[in-house]
């Protein structure tokens, strides 16, 4: 039908992984499956605050062109936008169906040998299990302080 939007799976739940001494990570097949919508076995893996965010190219596309686009109306977001940008990494899965993090990547989050894959719907966070925790039992201390927000998206 004309106009139809398709409807993508997305990139949902959490696992735990081990990276293999070069630092490879196998992808999940369910996370597989999803990238595989987008027509691409190439992840684009960009340090995020604690973790790195790994992303289909399409979406990050988007994403880079709004932080370039309407991050400029931002004040002091240039260094951001910059800092963002600098730490992007082109990954593609293997025969394995594995991606190679490097070193200077993961070395930017604290990322060790064991990880933790949490799939955030139009990308998969990639963190290193100690730090993963640490945020799971922060969140958890102050699930409460969601109350208003999740009333005001009518989920309470």
């Given at each position: 039908?004309?106009?139809?939007?398709?409807?993508?799976?997305?990139f949902r739940s959490k696992s735990d992984h081990s990276l293999d001494i070069k630092g490879r990570l196998n992808f999940p097949s369910r996370f597989r499956d999803v990238l595989a919508q987008?027509?691409?076995?190439?992840?684009?893996?960009?340090?995020?605050?604690?973790?790195?965010?790994?992303?289909?190219?399409?979406?990050?596309?988007?994403?880079?062109?709004?932080?370039?686009?309407?991050?400029?109306?931002?004040?002091?977001?240039?260094?951001?936008?910059?800092?963002?940008?600098?730490?992007?990494?082109?990954?593609?899965?293997?025969?394995?169906?594995?991606?190679?993090?490097?070193?200077?990547?993961?070395?930017?989050?604290?990322?060790?040998?064991?990880?933790?894959?949490?799939?955030?719907?139009?990308?998969?966070?990639?963190?290193?299990?100690?730090?993963?925790?640490?945020?799971?039992?922060?969140?958890?201390?102050?699930?409460?302080?969601?109350?208003?927000?999740?009333?005001?998206?009518?989920?309470?």
């Open positions: 039908m004309a106009g139809e939007k398709i409807i993508k799976s997305r987008y027509g691409s076995e190439m992840l684009i893996v960009v340090p995020w605050m604690e973790h790195l965010r790994a992303y289909p190219v399409s979406e990050w596309e988007e994403l880079e062109d709004k932080l370039i686009d309407q991050g400029r109306e931002q004040p002091r977001f240039a260094g951001f936008v910059r800092l963002v940008l600098a730490g992007v990494t082109e990954c593609n899965l293997d025969k394995q169906s594995r991606i190679l993090l490097p070193q200077t990547l993961r070395s930017q989050v604290g990322i060790e040998k064991e990880v933790v894959l949490t799939g955030m719907r139009d990308w998969v966070e990639i963190w290193d299990k100690e730090s993963w925790e640490r945020e799971l039992q922060s969140t958890r201390e102050s699930f409460d302080s969601f109350d208003e927000g999740l009333s005001k998206l009518g989920i309470l």
